[in-house]
C-alpha cells in the first residue's frame, strides 16, 4: 500500500534472516516470528520494529527467554532458560536482571534475592549444593555486609563480610557449642575477641591473622574481667600456637571454600536478539 509493507508478509534479508508477521507503516508491528541468520528464532510481539510486548526467543545453542521485551531488550518479567540446564526466573531490565528474581543452577545450587544490572546486589540467599546457605547483604556478586552464614554439620556464623570474606565483627559458632565473637579480617579471627569454651567458660583474648596470640582475662557471669596468666596452654592442652580456638585453622579453610564457590559460581547473560 502506497509502497509500504502493510499486513501481513514476509521478509527475506540477503544473509538469510526472515521475518514472517505483521506490518503496519512499512516496518513490523503485532505479531511476528523471526529467524537471524545464526538460527535463532523470536516470536511474539513487535512495535515499530522492535521486539517490545511479549515474546520467547531461542537460541540455537539451546538457551531461551520467555517474557516481555522493550525495544529489542528484556524488560519486565522473564524466565531465561541456559542451554547448561540453569533456569532464571525474575525481573529484567535494558537486557540485564534487575530487582528480585531467583536463579537456579543445573548442579542444585540456587541464589533468591536482588538483582543491579545482571550481578547479585542488594539482599539475598545463596544456597550451595551441599547444604550450605548464607543469607544477608550482597554488592557486586559478592557477600558484602551483614549475613548469615550456616553449614549442613552445625557451624554458624553471623556478622559481616567484606568481599566474599569475613570481615568486621561477627560471632562463630562451632557445631559442640564453642563461640568466637570478635573482630574478623580478610577472613580470619584478628583483634581482641573473647572466647567460649564448650563449658560455659568465657575469655578475652588477642588474635592475629587467624592465630591466638595470648589470653587476656577471664570473662565471669557479671560481666567483669580477671586478669590471666597466659601460660601457652589452653583448656584441654593444647598450645596457643595451635590456632586457637581450636577449630581455628578449620574456620579458615571454610573462608577459602567459600571464595572459591563464589569466584566460579556465576556466569548467567541474557541472551540477545
Not at 522473564?78 to 525474575?90: K, L, M, N, P, Q
Not at 544456597?127 to 551483614?146: A, L, P, Q, S, V
Not at 570478635?182 to 572466647?195: D, L, N, T, V
Not at 574481667?225 to 578449620?250: L, R, Y
Request: glycine share 18%; with cysteine.
Amino acid at each position: 500500500m502506497n509502497g509500504k509493507r502493510e499486513g501481513h508478509g514476509i521478509q527475506v534479508w540477503k544473509d538469510g534472516s526472515r521475518y514472517e508477521g505483521e506490518w503496519r507503516n512499512d516496518e513490523s508491528n503485532g505479531k511476528g516470528k523471526f529467524v537471524n541468520a545464526e538460527g535463532d528464532t523470536y516470536e511474539g510481539d513487535w512495535v515499530n520494529g522492535a521486539t517490545t510486548g511479549r515474546g520467547v526467543f531461542h537460541k540455537k545453542n539451546g538457551s531461551s527467554y520467555e517474557g516481555e521485551w522493550k525495544n529489542d531488550l528484556q524488560n519486565g518479567h522473564g524466565i531465561e532458560r541456559g542451554s547448561d540446564g540453569s533456569c532464571y526466573d525474575g525481573g529484567f531490565l535494558n537486557g540485564e536482571k534487575q530487582g528480585f528474581g531467583k536463579f537456579n543452577w543445573a548442579d542444585g545450587t540456587s541464589y533468591e534475592g536482588d538483582w543491579l544490572k545482571g550481578t547479585m546486589e542488594g539482599k539475598g540467599k545463596y544456597t550451595w549444593k551441599d547444604g550450605r546457605i548464607y543469607t544477608g547483604e550482597w554488592k557486586n556478586g559478592c557477600m558484602h555486609g551483614d549475613g548469615v552464614y550456616t553449614w549442613p554439620n552445625g557451624k554458624k556464623y553471623v556478622g559481616q563480610y567484606k568481599n566474599d570474606k569475613k570481615e568486621g565483627q561477627g560471632t562463630y559458632t562451632w557445631a559442640d557449642g564453642r563461640e568466637y565473637m570478635g573482630p574478623w579480617k580478610a577472613g580470619k579471627q584478628h583483634g581482641i575477641g573473647r572466647f567460649k569454651a564448650r563449658d560455659g567458660t568465657v575469655k578475652s583474648g588477642l588474635w592475629e591473622k587467624g592465630k591466638r596470640v595470648r589470653w587476656i582475662a577471664v570473662i565471669g557471669a557479671d560481666g567483669q574481667s580477671q586478669p590471666i596468666d597466659d601460660d601457652g596452654a589452653d583448656d584441654d592442652g593444647t598450645s596457643s600456637q595451635a590456632a586457637q580456638p581450636k577449630s581455628n585453622a578449620k574456620a579458615g579453610s571454610d573462608v577459602a571454600d567459600v571464595s572459591e564457590d563464589t569466584e566460579s559460581r556465576i556466569n548467567a547473560k541474557s541472551p540477545s536478539p
